[in-house]
């Protein structure tokens, strides 16, 4: 079974930088997508940034030309560079498996346990 585990969380001030990580492990095929996701209380799970398998990325609007996804070598890590850190990026962020190209959450049907990142202004 495909496990996700996270890191690299933890405080910064705005306009600082973070890098998580996500190990992915327990699979034949690496699953064709992995995304970040963030959330909030009270709010639902918004996808961030995903990398399939043959590396072609995908962003939301909020953080494109800030944050950047990449993956291992051997696509067993995917990382995400946050850069120009604000406020509004406080969340848990969760990396997560799909088998197509979406950042619909519904859609992810495996998840990391998360990892918190606050940025303080």
């Known amino acids: 079974q495909v496990q996700l585990v996270e890191s690299g969380g933890g405080s910064v001030q705005a306009g600082g930088s973070l890098r998580l990580s996500c190990a992915a492990s327990?699979?034949?095929?690496?699953?064709?997508?992995i995304t970040w996701f963030r959330q909030t209380p009270g709010k639902e799970r918004e996808g961030v940034a995903g990398?399939?398998?043959?590396?072609?990325?995908l962003y939301t609007d909020s953080v494109k030309g800030r944050f950047t996804i990449s993956q291992s070598d051997a696509k067993n890590t995917v990382y995400l560079q946050m850069d120009s850190l604000k406020p509004e990026d406080t969340a848990k962020y969760y990396c997560?498996?799909?088998?197509?190209?979406?950042?619909?959450?519904?859609?992810?049907?495996?998840w990391g346990q998360g990892t918190q990142v606050t940025v303080s202004s």
């Open positions: 990398i399939a398998r043959d590396g072609s990325t």
């Open positions: 997560a498996a799909a088998g197509i190209k979406t950042l619909s959450a519904n859609l992810y049907p495996i």
């Open positions: 327990g699979y034949q095929l690496r699953p064709y997508l």
